[in-house]
């Protein structure tokens, strides 16, 4: 049988998105709702209506696809909800404490009211092991195989169903690490166990440390789902690949997945990234700014020259995580921020949300403090009747917010919503100035990409704010991630410390390290043909007194030819001066980790199929009354699937999708790309409209 | 100097304009710690940035290092005292001496000065600590010194750019008079870096909303921080509360060398009076006025919520008075390069200990006292001399009403905010071995809440080579509060074939035999409360997690 499918599965907080793309690159999409307790369910029953939208039975379904790419959030709620398993940790004795000590780091510099963190494993359960390795590799005291022994068994008995290993100095000889392994694996044979020579065979010990025993929380939660839905599947007839997209979107085996589970912390915005890539690539822009707002958090990413920024510098809930994953930045803010007025501080919205329970007083569910979606519906941006099918918007209930608020601050109620919506937009910009400016990148240069349920609202406004000249809105944009999934390439890296720091000079070594990484990733990325295949070889370098590596690439270095290090350092050389304005080529340089990623091309189609051009003018289904440059204006309203390429759009306007809503305001205009997406030349800043937004002074307290 | 401090400005303009302050020195933070060279500045991160009005009040500031807080006002003090109306366009200042605006020498501070309508208004500063700064010892801390000349290089408030132009000859006599002439060079050019950026942006900021509306959202904002603190403190008990806080010693035979901090509360003002404390020291162990400012200012941050913004407004509640002659006010001459540490660690908890009777769940108990070390020789595997700096074996954070302290997070002076370099890396690139390095059981002084515990460190000397310390607390442990215990005080040895030695608090060239064994017991945290009401439970958990 042809196998012309291929799907991509999202789970999300409230909904799992699928996508179905043949070869021909016609999708078909639809939703269902994420089943927290067991995720595999709401996956099962989201494949079931996919098959009945292609007219097909589950099982014919299944077995004309030739792949499955699957997001998943299991990984990341385990950590965030602490319900991961109880795990315990060997570890090299008398460097019991590597965990809580967090590198001497204590969050939030002047709050001295404030109790440390519990630690994933607690101290008891953290047990030292007679053994040590040299920071040569050297074995300077042997394992003390009988003692171990002994540390196991206590695990064992304290109901310890995980087990982390990291000694020091593993990442040069993983001897013990291994050995311990066995051990464990003997004496607790269910026991799922994290190794750190395996997970992150880098030096730095609280990171691996830290990623090691993250990775044993997490991993027997993986495992399960992982158990569970390659169970269901296999019984409703899939016998093809199941992909995990992993944080720094590259995918994995099932079996892969389940060992690095730390990987996974991140799958799920991972694979809005990987879609917003594919965006990029669609409409030609190599300089995109992947903002997605939704309702209590945004996330803003960077894609340069069609890459994305890469950082292994993060964590999640407050545990360090040092594999690499798409640099995100997360911000706690988005529709359901609330607005308050304190003395001293002044006005301000968020960090503090409405959250889901009681949410926004518009969703009647018993808040009654302004969020920023009151504002946004005060204003006349969303419709009252939108949500029909959850009893619409209370807007009664958003106007007695916002006049709380307008109160306090002696302000109309125009005023004072106007007033949110524009300093939510200085945050979000705020978030946009992090991952550019503090960068050094220009953002004046990128497009912004807008998804997610709120952005639309606020994109134009905010790309107003940081110079930003065009916005595009993806017509998939509700279904970014999973459609992502499907559109970009299968990349699978592994990357390994170098033995020493000083002596990375040594060619043959050098050249060791490259071919073995590159045989080992391509051993992981099966079922592609050699043709579709590319490598790409780069390494972390510094010099010799500085803390922050760089990751420069290698592509385009001959291993073979004599004195290829000299080209190597010189490389460094040449992206250090880009990065910081200056090189110091007579310094040290020092390669502290190599890097191969093994990237499988897939067939494109046309991801997102051109939309037949328009044979008239846009056509308003109707006007909406919102607030733009100071003033309430009777704006055209218009359904976004009712446009097409050719049609162009004045501001102020609103134009409606799916799932959300995207305002224009006076001096901006949106015409459609091919595939119908909306595009936005942004007007320039007016000073004159953002003072008359507030034209009355007030005093407050 | 405002010319629209009267005028209202709407609330929304005021909070954009107050955000984009606080940006603007996040982001020179930032673009100093991408491009300093040194690893005092990109990895202890010790700089901070600000902005300061003419009126030499701090608008914003960068969270980096709290005794930094409140220490900028006064090298802008010094600036606008020494240079008047003769600052341009495009003019970049320095300064680093302590009795001109600096806290110690190896603290060099960058000014660019901010116009906006054609007046001058604003200063962007950058202090950062420098790897050397000439004098008898490398990194100036030379316990040996008898007067700041023999420190090392002192600058008076100068200018190191003249309307845009750099002055070469003035940078080339401040290089010929430091070690590592390079490095320091390329340190300074990311602070001059890093003021310039601050002092775009509000070029930037001038052109958007206009100096006026700028002024007066400043105004705003410090009146704002100002009444949140007056809040606070209104809640306290109006009275004279006191504390005292010791100094081990000053390392000429001087011990238990006071600092009295007598604090009185009435209505929302608070003075804090330091003119009991004790005659200055002839070491280096004396804290210059503008440094003692900014400890009392650091303590006083300590005590209001965390999240209000640390600037002028704040401090306006304080009035500081010293007496020439003591420790916390040196005439001009003596040597002061411990005062970044010590005494500024002892003023704030002279300060803390006098408040826990006024705001006993505000006063967290005594974070530790820094005991500095450091060891030089040559390094055998790659031939080269080595420096290493101990930022290891971290002691412990005081408890609080919030619970039991953080361990090994810190000093007063840091709280938690030094990083200490990866074992591994450190015995990569030194011929050093790191035996054992955890917590010190014990350590943590008792309370309701107990204090955080101190590190045991037995760190092994491969190679020759010399030891010198610059630290307190090896007598005085980390103040208890409000019923709390003291933490346990540092005890750091020095194991040969011959036996035992205790380290000195300040000793230079300690000699160092191959496969000489230091055993590091660093302090651990002071406890907060009487230790009769902790709680059972937190008493069998620190049994079983072998805490006590």
């Known amino acids: ?661 995207v305002i224009l305001h006076s001096g901006d205009a949106a015409s459609l790309t091919p595939h119908g997406w909306l595009d936005i030349a942004v007007g320039p800043r007016d000073r004159s409209a953002a003072a008359e937004e507030v034209s009355q002074p007030a005093t407050i307290d | 100097m405002t010319d629209s401090s009267n005028d209202p400005i709407d609330p929304i303009s005021r909070a954009v304009i107050q955000h984009r302050l606080s940006a603007i020195v996040e982001q020179m933070g930032e673009a100093m710690l991408r491009t300093a060279y040194s690893q005092i500045l990109n990895a202890s991160r010790d700089f901070s940035m600000g902005i300061v009005d003419r009126d030499c009040r701090l608008i914003a500031q960068a969270d980096h290092i709290p005794v930094h807080v409140g220490a900028l006002p006064w090298a802008v003090k010094a600036v606008e005292d020494r240079f008047g109306d003769d600052v341009a366009e495009g003019d970049v200042i320095v300064l680093n001496d302590p009795y001109a605006g600096g806290s110690h020498l190896p603290d060099v501070t960058i000014f660019s000065p901010v116009f906006a309508g054609g007046a001058r208004r604003l200063w962007a500063v950058v202090r950062a600590h420098m790897g050397d700064i000439g004098g008898a010892t490398h990194g100036a801390y030379n316990p040996e010194a008898r007067e700041i000349w023999q420190e090392g290089l002192r600058l008076p408030p100068m200018k190191l750019a003249d309307a845009g132009v750099m002055r070469e000859d003035v940078i080339d006599m401040i290089l010929m008079n430091v070690r590592f002439p390079r490095e320091f060079r390329g340190d300074l050019d990311a602070m001059i870096g890093a003021a310039h950026l601050g002092q775009r942006s509000l070029d930037r900021l001038h052109a958007e909303f206009g100096a006026p509306m700028v002024g007066a959202a400043i105004e705003e904002t410090l009146n704002g921080a100002e009444t949140r603190t007056r809040a606070i403190v209104a809640d306290w008990p109006d009275g004279v509360y006191e504390g005292t806080a010791y100094l081990d010693d000053d390392g000429r035979g001087r011990e238990d060398v006071a600092i009295r901090a007598r604090v009185t509360v009435q209505g929302s003002d608070l003075t804090v009076d330091l003119t009991a404390s004790d005659a200055q020291s002839d070491s280096f162990v004396n804290s210059p006025f503008a440094n003692t400012q900014a400890s009392v200012a650091m303590a006083l941050a300590y005590l209001i919520d965390a999240d209000i913004p640390k600037n002028d407004g704040v401090f306006r509640i304080l009035d500081v008075k010293l007496r020439p002659g003591t420790i916390v006010h040196p005439r001009e001459g003596a040597p002061v390069t411990m005062s970044t540490t010590h005494p500024a660690n002892e003023i704030v908890e002279a300060i803390v200990r006098a408040l826990q009777a006024a705001c006993p769940e505000r006063c967290s108990g005594g974070w530790s006292r820094r005991f500095r070390m450091s060891i030089t020789g040559r390094n055998p595997r790659n031939g080269r001399n080595f420096v290493w700096h101990l930022f290891h074996a971290r002691p412990g954070g005081g408890a609080s009403s919030a619970g039991d302290g953080w361990s090994g997070a810190g000093e007063w002076h840091s709280v938690g905010g030094i990083k200490f370099g990866s074992v591994e890396v450190t015995e990569a690139r030194f011929p050093l071995f790191f035996a054992t390095h955890e917590f010190r059981p014990g350590s943590g002084g008792d309370g309701t809440y107990r204090g955080g515990l101190g590190t045991s460190l037995d760190l092994r000397v491969e190679v020759p080579a010399f030891a010198h310390t610059a630290g307190e607390g090896i007598r005085h442990g980390a103040a208890g509060i409000a019923g709390g215990r003291d933490g346990a005080p540092h005890d750091y040895r020095m194991v040969t074939a011959e036996g035992e030695t205790a380290l000195r608090t300040k000793q230079f060239g300690i000699e160092i035999a191959p496969d000489t064994l230091f055993r590091i017991r660093s302090g651990g945290g002071g406890g907060w409360g009487d230790p009769a009401a902790r709680a059972p439970e937190a008493r069998s958990r620190d049994e079983k997690l072998g805490l006590v």
């Open chain 1, 1 to 661: 049988m042809s196998k012309p499918y291929r799907i991509g599965i999202d789970v999300g907080g409230t909904f799992t998105d699928f996508v179905a793309m043949d070869e021909a690159g016609g999708t078909v999409i639809c939703k269902s709702a994420s089943t927290p307790e067991d995720q595999s369910i709401g996956v099962l029953e989201g494949l079931q209506d996919l098959a009945r939208r292609l007219d097909l039975t589950l099982a014919d379904l299944l077995a004309r696809t030739e792949r499955i790419v699957h997001g998943t959030t299991v990984a990341t709620n385990a950590l965030l909800e602490r319900k991961g398993a109880r795990t315990g940790l060997l570890t090299t004795a008398g460097h019991r404490d590597i965990l809580e000590m967090r590198e001497g780091l204590k969050p939030d510099r002047y709050n001295l009211l404030m109790a440390p963190p519990e630690p994933l494993v607690p101290r008891d359960l953290r047990r030292p092991v007679t053994e040590r390795i040299g920071q040569d590799g050297r074995i300077l005291v042997p394992l003390d195989e009988p003692a171990l022994r002994e540390e196991v068994a206590a695990l064992r008995d304290a109901g310890v169903t995980s087990v982390a290993i990291c000694f020091l100095h593993a990442y040069r000889n993983s001897e013990h690490e291994r050995r311990a392994a066995e051990i464990v694996a003997e004496m607790m044979p269910e026991a799922y166990v994290s190794v750190s020579s395996r997970v992150l065979p880098q030096i730095k010990e609280y990171e691996r440390l830290s990623t090691t025993v993250v990775n044993a929380y997490i991993g027997p939660v993986v495992r399960r789902y992982m158990d569970r839905l390659t169970g269901r599947l296999a019984e409703a007839g899939y016998d093809g690949p199941l992909y995990i997209i992993l944080s720094h979107g590259g995918i994995t085996r099932v079996e892969d997945a389940v060992a690095l589970a730390a990987g996974t912390c991140l799958s799920g915005p991972a694979g809005g990234i990987a879609g917003a890539r594919a965006c990029a690539e669609l409409i030609g822009a190599g300089n995109v700014i992947p903002f997605d707002m939704g309702g209590t958090s945004t996330e803003i990413s960077l894609i340069t020259d069609g890459a994305v920024a890469l950082t292994s510098e993060r964590g999640l809930a407050g545990e360090r995580i040092a594999l690499r994953s798409y640099d995100i930045l997360s911000i706690g803010a988005g529709g359901g921020s609330l607005a308050e007025n304190r003395p001293g501080t002044g006005f301000s919205v968020g960090p503090q949300s409405a959250g889901a329970v009681p949410g926004p007083a518009c969703y009647g569910r018993g808040g009654t403090r302004a969020t920023v979606t009151d504002s946004n519906l005060v204003l006349g941006y969303l419709d009252p009747d939108a949500f029909a099918g959850k009893g619409g918007l209370d807007l009664q209930a958003a106007e007695a917010a916002i006049d709380e608020v307008a109160a306090e601050l002696g302000l109309t109620r125009m005023e004072a919503a106007a007033g949110i919506h524009r300093l939510i937009n200085v945050k979000m910009a705020d978030g946009i100035r992090l991952m550019t400016l503090r960068r050094g990148v220009d953002p004046r240069n990128f497009t912004m990409l807008s998804f997610g349920g709120a952005a639309g609202l606020h994109s134009v406004e905010v790309a107003r704010e940081m110079g930003i000249g065009r916005v595009v809105v993806p017509a998939v944009a509700s279904v970014l991630s999973a459609w992502g999934m499907l559109a970009s390439d299968l990349r699978l890296e592994v990357s390994r410390s170098l033995p020493n720091a000083g002596g990375w000079e040594d060619e043959e070594i050098l050249r060791a390290v490259f071919d073995t990484l590159e045989e080992q990733a391509r051993e992981r990325l099966p079922g592609m043909t050699p043709g579709r295949m590319s490598v790409e070889r780069s390494a972390d370098m510094r010099y010799g007194e500085q803390i922050f590596e760089i990751g420069v690439s290698l592509d385009g270095i001959d291993f073979d030819a004599p004195g290829f290090a000299a080209e190597v350092e010189e490389r460094f050389h040449r992206r250090h001066e880009e990065l910081y304005t200056y090189a110091s080529r007579g310094q040290d340089v020092d390669m502290v980790n190599a890097r191969v990623a093994v990237i499988g091309a897939v067939p494109r189609g046309d991801a997102a199929r051109e939309v037949a051009p328009a044979t008239g003018r846009a056509q308003p289904s109707g006007t909406r009354r919102i607030h733009s440059a100071g003033a309430v204006v009777e704006a055209p309203l218009y359904a976004m699937d009712s446009l097409a390429p050719g049609h162009e759009i004045a501001g102020p306007a609103v134009v409606e999708a799916d799932t959300t809503t």
